[in-house]
């Protein structure tokens, strides 16, 4: 039976849902009662990729193969520009709205709980922001969902075992071996101890060219991680 305290919390929440309704941030429109962020009609029409059902043969593993071992790989959206994901996306990146990565990360995680792949991940790793970025946007934005899928997995989320550092100079006039040297110069592992012997769930927020996880997944093996798996929000195909 639900405690009292409970019970008018829900109240109020509710009371208060009524003289200031909150908007879906998916597409702008009035949540109704008990919907949280997003409204069902969104959550239904939102592009699944699916890729969880088959973790190890899926677009987003393919970009890694030939440049880096990656266990797993899995995003949970679709990106799509104008669409539904990328106004998501900018609501969590640029308007300080965390609420919509913990709520992915919820969904998200309770999936990937059901897949046998993924019990043998150890610890969970979000893909860092550089401390000037951090202090400006007060968050990191991988974080929150990254902490719903550790809880759900039952693994600790080790939110600074990378660092990224800032790299000076355009990458658009090296060649593709120079630029990939200076994503490698980006990160650096600051807690080795915290992965050393684990499978690392490593964590980001959109994928496209794959670079930004190539750079963390190799400092993480080379520094001891048993095994990378990957898990993002969304992957641009």
Same mark, same amino acid.
């Given at each position: 039976?639900?405690?009292? =305290?409970? &019970? ?25 009662? %008990? ?26 593993? +393919? *970009? ?15 990106? $799509?520009?104008?669409?539904?994901? +990328? ?8 308007? %300080? ?25 150890? *610890? *969970? &790793?979000? *893909? ?12 990191? $934005?991988?974080?929150?969902?990254? $902490? ?28 593709? =071996? ?60």
């Amino acid at each position: 039976m639900p405690q009292p =305290q409970m &019970v008018l919390r829900s109240l109020y929440h509710d009371f208060l849902a009524l003289l200031f309704p909150e908007d879906c941030r998916a597409c702008g429109g009035e949540l109704a009662m %008990g919907e949280e962020v997003i409204c069902s009609h969104c959550r239904i029409k939102l592009p699944y990729s699916d890729f969880h059902l088959s973790p190890t043969q899926n677009p987003l593993h +393919q *970009v890694f193969w030939g440049r880096v071992p990656i266990q797993l790989a899995v995003a949970y959206l679709k990106f $799509q520009e104008k669409g539904r994901v +990328q106004r998501l996306l900018h609501q969590l990146k640029y308007k %300080g709205q965390e609420e919509v990565g913990e709520l992915l990360g919820r969904w998200f995680g309770a999936q990937l709980r059901e897949q046998e792949e993924f019990q043998p991940v150890d *610890v *969970v &790793v979000p *893909v860092p922001l550089h401390k000037s970025k951090l202090k400006q946007r007060g968050y990191n $934005q991988v974080e929150g969902f990254a $902490q719903a899928i550790a809880e759900n997995l039952e693994v600790p989320l080790v939110a600074d075992a990378l660092k990224k550092n800032l790299v000076s100079g355009t990458q658009t006039t090296k060649n593709r =071996q120079a630029r990939w040297e200076a994503m490698r110069q980006l990160y650096t592992i600051h807690k080795p101890e915290a992965v050393q012997g684990k499978h690392v769930l490593l964590i980001d927020d959109v994928i496209t060219t794959g670079a930004t996880i190539e750079a963390c997944a190799d400092i993480l093996l080379k520094n001891g991680a048993s095994a990378v798996s990957v898990a993002s929000i969304a992957y641009t195909l």
